[in-house]
């Protein structure tokens, strides 16, 4: 048979890959938004892999049995760590909350119903801090 007379290759669909074993779900909530947190959504590792995430909700499908959960955020550096351990039964929907902290030097907020994020008094002590100096600034240089 020569080259031209050869039957053309039958098209194989690609199967999409099952993992063995019974199945849950991790419904993941990513707290707050690209305008409130970090443009950049969280990095999300389940027993050591990497899992794309967006803020909202997201519904992961597990293979059952234990999970841990890392997540942390980066802007310039990695901050905001946080690990969770859990058990995903088989048919079973387990509700995670993460929140990332309103600063880089703390670790980020993680649970099973809606956390808080951490951080705030020292952004705002911070934050008065500096307003505090530009008015000293400010009137000092006025009067003088």
Do not use: E
């Not at 059952?64 to 942390?72: K, N, Q």
């Not at 990695?78 to 969770?84: D, F, H, N, R, T």
């Amino acid at each position: 048979m020569s080259f031209q007379q050869q039957p053309p290759p039958q098209f194989q669909p690609q199967q999409q890959y099952q993992p063995p074993g019974p199945m849950g779900m991790l419904q993941l909530t990513i707290q707050g938004s690209a305008m409130t947190s970090n443009m950049i959504p969280p990095t999300v590792h389940l027993n050591g892999y990497p899992v794309p995430v967006k803020y909202g909700r997201n519904d992961i499908p597990v293979p059952a049995g234990p999970l841990h959960i890392d997540v942390h955020s980066q802007w310039i550096r990695v901050y905001g760590k946080a690990a969770l351990d859990c058990t995903v039964q088989p048919n079973q929907a387990v509700p995670v909350f993460y929140a990332s902290p309103f600063h880089q030097f703390t670790s980020g907020s993680i649970g099973h119903s809606k956390v808080k994020r951490k951080g705030l008094g020292t952004l705002l002590g911070v934050s008065g801090a500096i307003v505090v100096v530009a008015v000293l600034i400010a009137v000092l240089g006025a009067l003088g």
